[in-house]
């Protein structure tokens, strides 16, 4: 007997086949979720919890199994969407993610868009409870996240096709399009970071080599959701994986060079992750790097003094130039001093070296 044949009992006494969506609440609190009468006839019936010839553990696994054939959250249903017009096509696709002019096989202006979402329903009802819960969206997506990863893998995609006068249909994008549900809770606050704020999916970023460095500085979403499982679904709904810039980390240090005394445990914090950044900073990202140091009194000295690049060094020979600026103790071992420019010793001279690799150091020598 096939899975579809199934039936099974729900809340409201009934008995239904498995293929009209009957759900198992795992948690035994979907009734936050669904309005009352889609729990009476969609969830399975509270007898089927008690046990009669297997151990609970064995039940419990089939229950949430292909097997079963049962849902354990409110189901994503495919859905079509017609279209008349090219340009109402191109709004669509450009909403969607594409950004590019679609190749059209036929001469007609009808459209096809196969479509993923939860039902008008559901929406609905979510919305209506926002006056008691701001949270939410943060809870109702959580849920999301932590179904198989069955649930949603064949959701996180449409398909925009055109037809034919014949009625042919030839899809039109090979690019993977955002469907519906993914734009929705691409503007809710439905991701946790790791402070336990809810934020929008495109505040946050996931954890990778290329944002380790900015851990403590950019908002990161929980590490409980940042999965191998759910790496794709948080990049389509907008999480990053890629640091934004040094910017962030400029203006920390921008910050404490206000400061009187400032901590040196912050200086050498924003200065090790700005050297850890640099090591896979784009060209453009570099020059912002090296151009601030040049231009602002941005690092730190032995004698807690603030300068340019061009005004101090890694080391410091008392007897030729006695009293040169020396970068401090805690930072003068990063990668970072030799990349901006900085001299590895004190001369009496102008350091010719850097000068001439750095043009803005000189402008910075000038003045």
């Not at 932590?146 to 006068?165: D, F, G, I, L, N």
């Not at 090979?174 to 809710?188: T, V």
Request: hydrophobic letters at 35%.
């Amino acid at each position: 007997m096939g899975v579809n044949a199934y039936q099974f009992v729900t809340q409201d006494g009934y008995r239904r086949p498995v293929s009209e969506g009957i759900v198992y609440d795992v948690h035994n609190d979907l009734d936050i979720f669904v309005p009352d009468q889609w729990h009476k006839e969609r969830v399975l019936h509270e007898d089927y919890r008690v046990l009669l010839y297997c151990k609970e553990e064995d039940w419990r696994q089939w229950l949430v199994s292909r097997r079963s054939g049962l849902l354990t959250f409110v189901p994503l249903i495919p859905m079509k969407h017609h279209l008349w017009s090219r340009d109402e096509l191109r709004r669509l696709l450009r909403k969607r993610g594409f950004k590019e002019d679609p190749y059209y096989p036929y001469v007609t202006s009808e459209f096809i868009l196969d479509d993923w979402d939860f039902d008008e329903e559901h929406w609905d009802y979510w919305e209506s409870l926002l006056e008691e819960n701001t949270e939410f969206w943060g809870h109702l997506f959580a849920r999301v996240l932590a179904q198989p990863k069955r649930y949603w893998s064949k959701a996180t995609s449409a398909k925009a096709s055109q037809v034919a006068t014949t009625g042919t249909i030839r899809t039109i994008t090979h690019e993977d399009l955002l469907p519906a549900w993914i734009l929705k809770f691409r503007d809710l606050p439905c991701l946790q970071d790791t402070h336990g704020n809810y934020r929008q999916p495109a505040e946050l970023l996931r954890r990778t080599p290329d944002t380790e460095s900015l851990l403590d500085v950019e908002p990161f979403v929980r590490a409980e959701l940042d999965t191998e499982a759910t790496r794709q679904l948080l990049i389509n709904l907008g999480v990053r994986d890629t640091p934004t810039g040094p910017d962030r980390l400029l203006d920390r240090l921008r910050a404490l060079s206000t400061v009187d005394s400032p901590p040196v445990y912050e200086v050498e914090k924003w200065c090790r992750c700005l050297d850890q950044m640099l090591t896979r900073c784009s060209t453009e990202e570099f020059q912002a790097v090296r151009e601030a140091f040049a231009r602002e009194k941005l690092i730190l000295t032995t004698d807690s003094e603030w300068v340019y690049t061009s005004k101090v060094f890694l080391n410091a020979d008392e007897e030729d130039a006695p009293g040169a600026a020396v970068v401090h103790s805690a930072i003068r071992d990063l990668a970072l001093w030799h990349k901006v420019g900085v001299c590895r010793a004190s001369h009496r001279r102008p350091c010719t070296e850097m000068v001439n690799r750095n043009p803005i150091g000189q402008e910075a020598l000038q003045g």
